[in-house]
């Protein structure tokens, strides 16, 4: 079908950005629907945030936009002669193509098409879809970091260099705990009267028991318009970029944002188009105001991971978030369900549920290492803590779950997308934080008082799936390990008597 200028833009609330319209004069339809939320529990700040963009972006808006505020989605759009871009999920997308007089455009807000997308995919015959791969072909197709058919900077790939641990603390470096990086805070908004009426909102909905929310209120802490969205990024680039790459697999118990952008959550509401911070990233490093494995690492990012989970999202099909390859069963405990941070001893899990009960947000980290982790070293069912990760994080969207949660961080579908679990113990986690420090639990001690439930998890996973592990020869070394183990018994004993209680 052909695309009418004449047809009103039904805009999702993840698409708020000016690239998702045509013209400057465009209708628009936006719809704020009150069941999404009454559905399922989300992050308060999430639902504060998802709903101050639709709003805000309604009022900038102004006359062209109507905004309807109802129960579903179905009773906004009837009468209207609409188009809508690609939507970001399975049901949405089937829900569009149901409807009468909508016209389906090509989607956008990523890098890479699913044409080319599926050209590169289906190029690759039986070989593993590797984000490395589809990263320099999308840097090649897009000229980003390149110096003729060389990449700039000589490599690819300066994960290397992105891995140092935290720094130690040293006294007389840095004056204040929470900043040890002694990188600029994060760029943060002012709520105004936009936000006020949404929180007012919020209130009385659980007031009158419509909807329920899960952790604190609290500052908005990412943008919500396209204004916003845009300081956000010129701060990050200039005053953040230069230290992202080295710490970025670190964790600071008492600095959550270390050097992070803190963009995943404007990028997925649709408020920054991923190629507008890709050249903002380039043109500081062209410029020479930041390393080439800083400006290499936002890069491989954004065009590279966020794009591979969107694609992968359509591409592995309706079943891959339900896969289970690890016959995971357990339901997700209440402590961890409700981030109920106080529950819990172990210092890295605490600090990790209080963060997210403060802000909706944590890197990516302590989403792979310790909450991931420690699901996947417990047998939690991947689709519950999918479902969780999706209404406990700000950014969190259906497509974004898929890859990171279902095939990285739970193993859940066997080794498509990863070669081995993301599995690790305590000492993972102690090289590369400062948690263990004064955590009532050791790192070393696997079995007793001090054992750590990360350590001793490990261990009880790895002999959980010794068989459906046997023939991976990437985790061959731990197996063996395992053999060694003289108190295997007690340690698993000890697992077992733990249970679903909180660490
Ligand atoms: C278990 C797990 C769950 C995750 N859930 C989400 C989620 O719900 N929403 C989400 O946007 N990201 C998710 N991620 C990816 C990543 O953790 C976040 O994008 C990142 O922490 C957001 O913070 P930032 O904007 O400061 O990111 P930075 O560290 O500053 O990275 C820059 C940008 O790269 C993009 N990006 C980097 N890695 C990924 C990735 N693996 N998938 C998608 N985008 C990526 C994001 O847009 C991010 O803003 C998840 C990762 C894991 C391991
Ligand atoms: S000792 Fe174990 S539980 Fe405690 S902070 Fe370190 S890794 Fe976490």
Redesign the pocket.
């Known amino acids: 079908m052909s695309q009418s200028p004449a047809r009103r833009r039904w805009l999702f609330g993840d698409q708020l950005g000016p690239h998702f319209l045509d013209s400057a004069d465009q209708p628009v339809l936006l719809v704020e629907s009150r069941r999404a939320f009454a559905r399922r529990r989300f992050h308060r700040q999430k639902a504060h945030l998802v709903l101050s963009a639709i709003r805000h972006r309604a009022a900038e808006l102004g006359d062209r936009c109507e905004l309807r505020q109802v129960q579903r989605y179905a009773d906004a759009v009837g009468g209207h002669s609409l188009s809508v871009c690609h939507p970001t999920t399975r049901g949405a997308l089937a829900f569009v193509r149901g409807l009468p007089d909508v016209e389906v455009l090509p989607a956008r807000g990523f890098a890479t098409s699913m044409d080319d997308f599926t050209t590169w995919a289906d190029g690759r015959a039986a070989r593993r879809l590797l984000m490395e791969d589809h990263y320099r072909t999308a840097r090649q197709r897009l000229g980003v970091l390149m110096d003729g058919d060389e990449p700039a900077g000589g490599r690819w790939n300066f994960d290397h260099d992105n891995r140092e641990p935290p720094p130690k603390r040293r006294s007389g470096r840095v004056a204040d705990e929470s900043n040890r990086l002694g990188v600029s805070e994060p760029w943060w908004p002012v709520e105004d009267e936009i936000d006020e009426q949404v929180r007012e909102d919020l209130d009385r909905w659980e007031r009158d028991g419509d909807v329920s929310f899960l952790g604190r209120d609290g500052p908005r802490r990412f943008a919500a318009t396209r204004d916003e969205a845009l300081l956000a990024v010129d701060h990050?680039v200039t005053r953040r970029l230069p230290d992202?790459g080295r710490y970025?697999d670190a964790m600071l118990a008492d600095d959550p944002?270390m050097?992070?952008?803190?963009?995943?959550?404007p990028?997925?509401l649709g408020l920054l188009d991923?190629m507008e911070?890709v050249h903002r990233v380039e043109d500081a490093y062209r410029g020479g105001a930041v390393p080439i494995s800083a400006a290499e690492g936002?890069v491989?990012?954004?065009i590279?991971?966020?794009d591979?989970?969107?694609h992968l999202y359509w591409h592995l099909g309706p079943e891959y978030p339900a896969r289970n390859a690890l016959r995971a069963r357990r339901s997700l405990p209440a402590w961890f369900a409700d981030l109920d941070a106080d529950a819990v001893q172990a210092r890295c899990l605490s600090g990790v549920l209080a963060d997210l009960r403060d802000h909706g947000?944590?890197?990516?980290?302590p989403?792979?290492m310790v909450?991931?982790n420690y699901a996947l070293q417990r047998g939690w069912h991947p689709a519950e803590l999918t479902d969780w990760?999706?209404r406990a994080?700000v950014?969190?969207?259906e497509w974004?779950?898929v890859?990171?949660?279902v095939g990285?961080?739970q193993y859940a579908d066997g080794g498509r997308i990863t070669t081995k679990p993301?599995a690790a113990g305590g000492a993972y986690i102690n090289r590369m934080s400062d948690y263990c420090g004064p955590c009532p639990y050791r790192p070393t001690v696997r079995v007793g008082d001090d054992a750590c439930p990360f350590t001793a998890g490990y261990w009880a996973f790895l002999d959980r799936h010794r068989s459906d592990l046997a023939g991976n020869h990437r985790v061959a070394q731990q197996l063996r390990g395992l053999d060694r183990l003289a108190d295997l018994g007690p340690l698993i004993e000890q697992e077992r008597a733990r249970g679903a209680g909180a660490p």
């Open positions: 990050f992202f970025e944002w050097a992070h952008s803190l963009l995943s959550a990028l997925n991923p911070v936002a491989r990012q954004i590279g991971w966020r591979y989970v969107w947000w944590v890197h990516h980290i989403r792979l909450l991931g990760f999706h994080f950014d969190g969207y974004v779950m890859a990171n949660v990285m961080s993301y």
